[in-house]
């Protein structure tokens, strides 16, 4: 029995230890610290969580706003480290089993080139070094192993891709495609030059016109939707507006509404006082201009520029600044950058608007956002009203301001309320189960709408497709004798051994490529001047114009510096997409050799950790 009793006490034990093992497995805290296992190598839980936070701090840095996990997760940010991640292991398991490292030279070397870590003198500074790794949250030995590892990553992926070279014959070929030249003439034709009767077509005519066509007359998928809409503007005159709120709105766009006077500004800086004082002699005496000067400091006018600046942005040279005149230079005086001279290009007069001038203006707006705040409140009771069963018919009778509408929405229907993304959203989501719910517009309006029926594409009646078909006949009638006139033209030209008739005005274009565009000529004119052969002639025409053109001369790529470059470009294009498909195979073969497993509960830990 007292056997028996230890035993079950040891079994005791083990089911703690596991259970422990476990919490540790979904803890950042715990005690399973492996991420992943790559091979022999491993991605642990802190490198997934200071990747993923590095990476969230980037977007947010980039778009200005607070991204929470769950977005990036649906961004698929989470799977993106993670891969990289895994990859990166895969090399380091890749590079054991070859067996290649970098020595403590190489990595000192690496180390003290980093400018982080380097001091005012340009060496390498041990205090930035250490201060550098603590902002990061890294110690010196975890930075110093990863950079071994990433070193030696680098020397084994220059060692994959080193001396990758596509064919030349590849970047000559898109070279020649691309800088291919052509010389042709054309004889261009318009409407002007159509003689048509005005003979208004029968109703016969127009209906086998339409049947014939009919393609063009059909009508889209449409959905008809009814609709409610409670919108800020039809709430104006049911809110107040104190004062106080309008004096304190007023106050608060102070800098919109009055503007000081502002000059447009160049400032050139110099090393010393002497040095500014002897260029503004040189400027007051003739003996140079302020653009040499800006010239010889190695700088353009760009550079120097400030833009349109107010007398209190300038500091302590604000008010000698503001006291010269247009064109002259003003200086030197101080800015931040030490001492400089000041050229005033032109006056920005101030713009000052009284409160009672901007009354209008203020009240439209805090009144319009008291009727946004008022249809928020009403949203619960509108839709807690929807849900009780209320139709959108009986809403607009009952609800002050909701008004009630249809409309035959299709995807390019932009008009009125479909002009909003949110509606047009909606719109294209509903189905004829959907029951109607309360959204808000872009401006802050209420909506809810209802899917009444789909319309399959279907002919447009020809009674209301009547004008459109009339027009469109007389186009056709148009296009069909321009094309006839431009047989004929190509007829006679061909006649007279490629001549055109003298009394048409020939237009030449000589050494154009293919992304040349030609004013009022067919879209597909130069495409179709590339398949032509020297001599040849052809009818181009759609509905941007009808030409006859002739093909003069075919032309090689020019051999300017642009062409030069663009082909040196193209080379070194072709051999890094090469080189980025040859890495991108060896290390599917890498990572597929090392057969990574992720530990799921230990990337959930980390995702708890940010909440």
């Keep these: 029995m007292k056997n028996l009793s230890k035993t079950f006490v040891w079994i005791l034990m083990g089911l703690l230890f596991v259970g422990l093992a476990g919490f540790g497995a979904i803890n950042v805290s715990g005690t399973t610290r492996t991420l992943a296992t790559v091979g022999e190598a491993k991605v642990s839980v802190d490198d997934y969580a200071r990747a993923l936070q590095q990476e969230q701090r980037a977007i947010q840095a980039q778009s200005g706003q607070s991204i929470p996990l769950s977005q990036l997760i649906s961004m698929g940010v989470d799977r993106g480290v993670l891969s990289g991640l895994v990859a990166s292991a895969a090399l380091d398991n890749e590079l054991q089993t070859l067996g290649l490292s970098v020595g403590d030279e190489v990595l000192l070397q690496e180390i003290t080139q980093i400018g982080a870590f380097q001091g005012s003198d340009g060496s390498f500074s041990r205090d930035n070094y250490s201060f550098a790794l603590d902002n990061a949250g890294l110690s010196e030995t975890e930075f110093e192993e990863d950079m071994r590892a990433e070193t030696a990553r680098t020397l084994l992926q220059g060692a994959i891709v080193g001396g990758t070279r596509m064919p030349a014959v590849l970047g000559e070929t898109l070279t020649d495609y691309i800088g291919a030249r052509r010389s042709f003439s054309y004889v261009q034709l318009t409407e ?165 001038d901007a009354l209008p203006v203020l009240r439209e707006e805090l009144a319009l956002d008291r009727a946004r705040r008022v249809i928020e409140t009403r949203s619960e009771g509108i839709d807690d009203a929807l849900a009780g069963g209320a139709t959108l018919e009986e809403l607009a009778e009952e609800e002050t301001g909701l008004v009630l509408g249809q409309i035959d929405w299709t995807a390019d229907t932009t008009d009125d309320i479909a002009a909003y993304d949110t509606f047009r959203n909606a719109a294209e989501a509903v189905t004829l189960e959907d029951f109607p719910e309360v959204g808000f517009l872009e401006d802050g309006s209420l909506f809810a709408l209802r899917l009444n029926e789909v319309l399959a594409p279907r002919p447009q009646p020809f009674d209301a497709a009547r004008p459109a078909v009339a027009a469109a006949f007389k186009q056709d009638r148009i296009a069909q004798a321009l094309r006839t006139q431009a047989e004929e033209i190509m007829a006679a030209t061909e006649a007279a051994d490629g001549q055109f008739p003298e009394e048409r005005e020939v237009i030449e274009q000589t050494g154009l490529t293919r992304t040349a565009y030609l004013d009022q000529t067919p879209v597909d004119l130069m495409n179709q001047v590339f398949e032509m052969e020297a001599g040849e002639l052809r009818v181009v025409s759609d509905a941007e114009g009808t030409v006859v053109v002739r093909l003069d001369d075919t032309l090689p790529p020019d051999d300017s510096e642009d062409m030069q470059f663009l082909s040196q470009a193209l080379s070194e294009q072709l051999d890094q997409s090469l080189s980025n498909e040859i890495f991108q195979i060896y290390m599917q073969a890498v990572q597929t050799r090392a057969q990574p497993q992720v530990n799921q509960q230990a990337v959930n830990s980390v995702h708890a950790s940010f909440q």
């Design 192 to 356: 002007a030059d159509v003689v048509l009767t005005t003979v208004e077509p029968t109703e016969a005519e127009l209906k086998a016109f339409y049947e014939s066509n009919i393609e063009d007359f059909t009508l889209p998928r449409t959905k008809v939707i009814t609709y409610v809409a409670l919108r800020p503007d039809a709430l104006v005159d049911e809110v107040e507006v104190d004062e106080t709120a309008l004096r304190a709105l007023y106050e608060e766009r102070d800098a919109e509404f009055n503007v000081p006077e502002r000059r447009l500004v160049e400032r050139l800086v110099f090393a010393d006082q002497d040095a500014a004082e002897t260029a503004k002699a040189q400027l007051d005496i003739g003996g140079t201009t302020f653009e040499s000067l800006v010239e010889d400091r190695g700088l353009s006018l760009s550079d120097i520029d400030m833009g349109d600046v107010a007398q209190s942005d300038l500091g302590d040279a604000g008010e000698g600044v503001f006291a010269v005149e247009i064109g002259d230079v003003a200086g030197p005086l101080p800015s931040d950058l030490g001492p400089a001279l000041y050229r005033v290009n032109g006056m920005l007069e101030a713009k000052y608007t009284s409160f009672e």
